[in-house]
């Protein structure tokens, strides 16, 4: 049964690759004015909704759902979560599909056309909508099960660090930075009317995905390929705007990882297993908790299967005849 779910899940995502690769090859199309502001001051419902009905949000739409598939229905071990994210690499960033607008403007360009005062394009605003309502859906589905960029990262953590040790940062050290980072942002906006991260794009590394290779972003791209053997996910954890929107929005997701606290036996398995640090704090039942990639590997080590990502926390109380 598990196994079938995984070839649906599996099938799903070949089925959005063979989605676009026809209508790439044979259109070649590639246009699109989603990277500028201003124009586009038709903001109605109609056209946001045929928006969201275009090929890649429909094609976003299916693999976040076979991801949430996968999370909801069984385990998900490295192998197959590394293979989903080499699919959803090639699937939305070398075959060119969520490109534009980047994720990284969707979040910060309406921003900054609130404070200066200038329009926001109906493509930012349909984009934000899609990263918006995965992530009130399932916890980080867009961020975990969409982003090209956050998929490159966490091939290259997969790859053994020359040290042999993987670094998990303090969320609150790593949270701290993240959100002087857009701070910053926001007062370089007030002061020039430019933001921090698309100046000369030092800070955003979505260009890679246009095949843009300036020296800046070269120098950028490669330093955090290179963190991503020691660190997981760094820049969604210190810089990006997308993954702070998105953290956000995880404390109000409908499905998320939760804990089965009477089926924990406190064997500590699935934090030592897990890349981030955010299931410390769920099995602890922290309020305040990093951000949790929906990866699925810690509900894998779980031995006890007292990790879901469901809707609600689950009760369960054991009887003597459980045992």
Same mark, same amino acid.
């Given at each position: 049964?598990?196994?079938?779910?995984?070839?649906?899940?599996?099938?799903?995502?070949?089925?959005?690759?063979?989605?676009?690769?026809?209508?790439?090859?044979?259109?070649?199309?590639?246009?699109?004015?989603?990277?500028?502001?201003?124009?586009?001051?038709?903001?109605?419902?109609? @056209?946001?909704? /045929?928006?969201? $009905?275009?090929?890649?949000?429909?094609? &976003?739409?299916?693999?976040?759902?076979?991801?949430? +598939? *996968?999370?909801?229905?069984?385990?998900?071990?490295?192998?197959?979560?590394?293979?989903?994210?080499?699919?959803?690499?090639?699937?939305?960033?070398?075959?060119?599909?969520?490109?534009?607008?980047?994720?990284?403007?969707?979040?910060?360009?309406?921003?900054?056309?609130?404070?200066?005062?200038?329009?926001?394009?109906?493509?930012?605003?349909?984009?934000?909508?899609?990263?918006?309502?995965?992530?009130?859906?399932?916890?980080?589905?867009?961020?975990?099960?969409?982003?090209?960029?956050?998929?490159?990262?966490?091939?290259?953590?997969?790859?053994?660090?020359?040290?042999?040790?993987?670094?998990?940062?303090?969320?609150?050290?790593?949270?701290?930075?993240?959100? @002087?980072?857009? /701070?910053?942002? $926001?007062?370089?906006?007030?002061?020039? &009317?430019?933001?921090?991260?698309?100046?000369?794009? +030092? *800070?955003?590394?979505?260009?890679?995905?246009?095949?843009?290779?300036?020296?800046?972003?070269?120098?950028?791209?490669?330093?955090?390929?290179?963190?991503?053997?020691?660190?997981?996910?760094?820049?969604?954890?210190?810089?990006?705007?997308?993954?702070?929107?998105?953290?956000?929005?995880?404390?109000?997701?409908?499905?998320?990882?939760?804990?089965?606290?009477?089926?924990?036996?406190?064997?500590?398995?699935?934090?030592?297993?897990?890349?981030?640090?955010?299931?410390?704090?769920?099995?602890?039942?922290?309020?305040?908790?990093?951000?949790?990639?929906?990866?699925?590997?810690?509900?894998?080590?779980?031995?006890?299967?007292?990790?879901?990502?469901?809707?609600?926390?689950?009760?369960?109380?054991?009887?003597?005849?459980?045992?």
């Amino acid at each position: 049964m598990k196994q079938n779910i995984i070839y649906l899940s599996v099938i799903c995502i070949a089925l959005s690759m063979i989605l676009i690769c026809v209508p790439v090859m044979a259109e070649g199309e590639g246009g699109g004015d989603g990277s500028g502001m201003g124009g586009g001051g038709n903001t109605d419902i109609a @056209s946001v909704s /045929s928006g969201l $009905l275009s090929l890649q949000y429909i094609l &976003g739409g299916l693999v976040a759902l076979a991801g949430l +598939i *996968l999370l909801k229905t069984t385990k998900i071990n490295w192998n197959i979560r590394i293979l989903l994210m080499c699919a959803v690499f090639i699937l939305f960033g070398v075959l060119v599909v969520m490109h534009q607008p980047s994720p990284l403007r969707t979040v910060v360009d309406p921003v900054t056309a609130l404070i200066i005062g200038s329009t926001i394009t109906i493509k930012k605003i349909t984009a934000l909508i899609f990263i918006g309502s995965l992530s009130v859906i399932g916890a980080k589905l867009f961020c975990g099960w969409v982003c090209p960029f956050g998929a490159l990262q966490e091939i290259i953590n997969r790859i053994p660090a020359p040290t042999g040790k993987k670094i998990k940062l303090p969320f609150n050290i790593s949270n701290s930075i993240r959100i @002087s980072i857009f /701070s910053i942002s $926001l007062i370089m906006v007030l002061a020039t &009317g430019s933001d921090l991260y698309t100046y000369h794009n +030092i *800070l955003n590394p979505f260009e890679l995905f246009d095949w843009h290779f300036e020296l800046v972003l070269s120098v950028l791209v490669g330093t955090i390929l290179i963190a991503s053997l020691f660190v997981y996910r760094p820049f969604c954890y210190l810089v990006c705007p997308v993954g702070l929107l998105s953290w956000l929005l995880e404390h109000i997701s409908i499905f998320r990882v939760r804990i089965i606290q009477d089926l924990c036996n406190n064997c500590n398995k699935c934090i030592r297993v897990a890349p981030c640090p955010s299931v410390k704090a769920i099995v602890n039942g922290d309020t305040l908790q990093p951000d949790c990639f929906a990866c699925g590997v810690c509900i894998d080590a779980c031995p006890t299967d007292a990790l879901k990502f469901g809707i609600r926390k689950p009760r369960y109380k054991q009887n003597k005849s459980d045992k």
